[in-house]
T-cell receptor, first 115, second 116 residues
Framework: DSGVTQTPKHLITATGQRVTLRCSPR?????VYWYQQSLDQGLQFLIQ???????AKGNILERFSAQQFPDLHSELNLSSLELGDSALYFC??????????????FGEGSRLTVL | AQKITQTQPGMFVQEKEAVTLDCTYD???????LFWYKQPSSGEMIFLIY??????QNATEGRYSLNFQKARKSANLVISASQLGDSAMYFC?????????????FGQGTELSVKP
């Protein structure tokens, strides 16, 4: 158990809908990272928050947004869903939000299926 | 250019034998970390082993060892005495010190199948 909690574990929805994925980082970790894993794109970094503020942005679509709340949990919002958004979405956390070479701890992922 | 390259999309190994999964990386940083993660069919990402760029000795964790060749920018994972439960996807990843935010960059993965 990494200590990172993601909900829901599975989600099935229709095109055009909006979903919210939730992540609770390990106790004491200030930084949250979101990754998308799809068959054709592999593991892609989406966005990172550190102590409530956006720190780094990757290949995140404009239809997607995220935030980190004062209690440090984070939510990834996916809207106007398309079939291609079907993927496994991971959240990871770490203590540091800056330049670091230490480990990231991953949650079990949220598997999104868009029909 | 790919930062992390895993050239073996799939590998087979006989149970109880050792196997090496290849990983090369590209960075101009002096300080970086290299990671291997295992992803079984259930989907979770399991941390296996870590090597820091300044570590002089190769990292080992139980049956896992990391063959770190800095000059060649290579960080191969060696699994000794393979078990059926080792069948999974394996990802090599890097975290660069200069990288604002410290994101992990992943390779495309190698699917390992252990034969009984």
């Amino acid at each position: 158990d990494s200590g990172v909690t993601q909900t829901p574990k599975h989600l099935i929805t229709a095109t055009g809908q909006r979903v919210t994925l939730r992540c609770s980082p390990r106790s004491g970790d200030l930084s949250v990272y979101w990754y998308q894993q799809s068959l054709d794109q592999g593991l892609q970094f989406l966005i990172q928050y550190y102590n409530g503020e956006e720190r780094a942005k990757g290949n995140i679509l404009e239809r997607f947004s995220a935030q980190q709340f004062p209690d440090l949990h984070s939510e990834l919002n996916l809207s106007s869903l398309e079939l291609g958004d079907s993927a496994l979405y991971f959240c990871a956390s770490s203590v540091s939000g800056g330049p670091s070479t230490g480990e990231l701890f991953f949650g079990e992922g949220s598997r999104l299926t868009v029909l | 250019a790919q930062k992390i390259t895993q050239t073996q999309p799939g590998m087979f190994v006989q149970e109880k034998e050792a196997v090496t999964l290849d990983c090369t990386y590209d960075t101009s940083d002096q300080s970086y970390g290299l990671f291997w993660y295992k992803q079984p069919s259930s989907g979770e990402m399991i941390f296996l082993i870590y090597q820091g760029s300044y570590d002089e000795q190769n990292a080992t964790e139980g049956r896992y060892s990391l063959n770190f060749q800095k000059a060649r920018k290579s960080a191969n994972l060696v699994i000794s005495a393979s078990q059926l439960g080792d069948s999974a996807m394996y990802f090599c990843a890097m975290r660069e010190a200069h990288n604002q935010g410290g994101k992990l960059i992943f390779g495309q993965g190698t699917e390992l199948s252990v034969k009984p």
